[in-house]
């Protein structure tokens, strides 16, 4: 069966090959995720991530709760601090993950909203290379971020800055997602998962993973649960639920878990690198209407207040 997860080349659409976005848009119809080669990211850079993030997670747990924080905060998010099923609204134990989180590094100025979404970033003295390997990254990321909302807007018809002009001071969030093996975990609660089945709540996600046991399924109506397809070479993108309202509903926020460490591979540990591509705070998302969008009448949203009743809902 041919998977409904495609790869795209978006070196190719950079460079005019127009049947990119129609790829694009029956993909995100059908499953919200896409395999993305030809992004620029350079092998070396991911590998500098994963490098200084193994030395982070290694500290004592003692020293990494001196840069802790709960869910939508810049640090360690420790284990037990987020529980990702429940945005649906189903009451689950948390998520079996461990992650440090990195946001924008130029504020806006303006303190209230500062305080809320361009707070300070924190670096582990203990591990001084992260924050260049994150500040690098990062900006990677922004660029990538950017041309995928381009290619979206491409995909379906709509004028290229559709939406990155929603995008001049983004909220973005990057988190580095630590999976423990089992040997550390134990015999996960029932309805316990390394990330709970949810959709992401904003815009363009980008996911540097590697392939394990207890990896990433992805649920589509034509499939339910899948092993999402794995390429080393490749980026796996998804949108979530505010670019899906933009599109009138015509696209799928891609929904997804990453399962629990299994019994056959106790020593399984992974490592994932979640780049949250988002709109600026006060963006207002206004849907498109049929016959690009699927339904007539959907209000306009603001990005901020959308996004944040989505974090507060996964807070432990």
Known sequence: MTSPIPTIDLAA??????????????????????????HGVGDALRADVRSAARAFFAL???????????????????????????????????????????GPFVPTGDAAVDAEWFLPNVWPAEV??????????????????RDLLRLCADALGQPLDALTALAAHPTWTFNINRYPPLTEVGEPEPGQYRIGPHTD???????DREPGAGGLQVETPSTGWIDAP????????????????????RWRSGRHRVLPPQAGAPHEELY?????GELDHDALVTPLEPPVGRRAGLAPVVSAPFLRERLDAITV
């Open 201 to 207: 709540f904003g815009t363009v996600t980008v996911l």
């Open 13 to 38: 659409w950079r460079a005019g090959d127009r049947g990119v976005g129609q790829i694009v848009d029956a993909a995100l119809q059908e499953a919200g995720f896409l395999l993305v080669t030809g």
């Open 272 to 276: 994932s690198l979640v780049f949250f």
């Open 128 to 145: 001084p290379a992260l924050h260049d390997v994150a500040v690098r990254y990062t900006a990677a990321m922004e660029a990538l971020s």
């Open 60 to 102: 004592p747990p003692q020293q990494k709760a001196r840069y802790g924080v709960t869910v939508g905060g810049r640090g360690w998010l420790g284990p037990g601090v987020e529980a990702n099923g429940r945005v649906e609204g189903v009451e689950t134990p948390p998520d079996l993950k461990e992650s440090f989180a990195v």
């Open 230 to 249: 794995y390429d080393p070479a490749a980026l796996t993108v998804n949108i979530g639920d505010l670019l899906e309202h933009w599109t009138g509903l």
